[in-house]
């Protein structure tokens, strides 16, 4: 099994900046990918990046350019947001996979002035 904890979610004006990080522990040797998903009020469930351990990181069109996603090691993995925009509110996963089986409890991401 593996464990997912999210950490960084807030309130930011439109505009700024938010760092959210996913913690994994547990069985992470067989990690292959990580991602970030978000749900907004109301919608679907939503990919917004992924780093696969090889390759390089893909992105959803509305957040290229603004978000990236990183990590340090495989038990830490980032989504740097800049240039924040309303419609970026939304609980914000992570996930793990193979097959995105683990996911985080989510962080709350609101942008409001």
């Known amino acids: 099994q593996v464990q997912l904890v999210e950490s960084g979610g807030g309130l930011v004006q439109p505009g700024g900046s938010l760092r959210l990080s996913c913690a994994a522990s547990?069985?992470?040797?067989?990690?292959?990918?990580m991602a970030w998903y978000r749900q907004a009020p109301g919608k679907e469930r939503e990919l917004v990046a992924i780093?696969?351990?090889?390759?390089?990181a893909q992105y959803a069109d509305p957040v290229k350019g603004r978000f990236t996603i990183s990590r340090d090691n495989i038990k830490n993995t980032y989504l740097q947001m800049n240039s924040l925009r309303p419609e970026d509110t939304a609980i914000y996963y992570c996930?793990?996979?193979?097959?995105?089986?683990?996911w985080g409890q989510g962080t709350q991401v609101t942008v409001s002035s």
């Open positions: 996930a793990a996979g193979p097959a995105y089986k683990y």
């Open positions: 547990g069985s992470i040797f067989n990690i292959n990918v």
């Open positions: 780093m696969p351990r090889i390759g390089g």
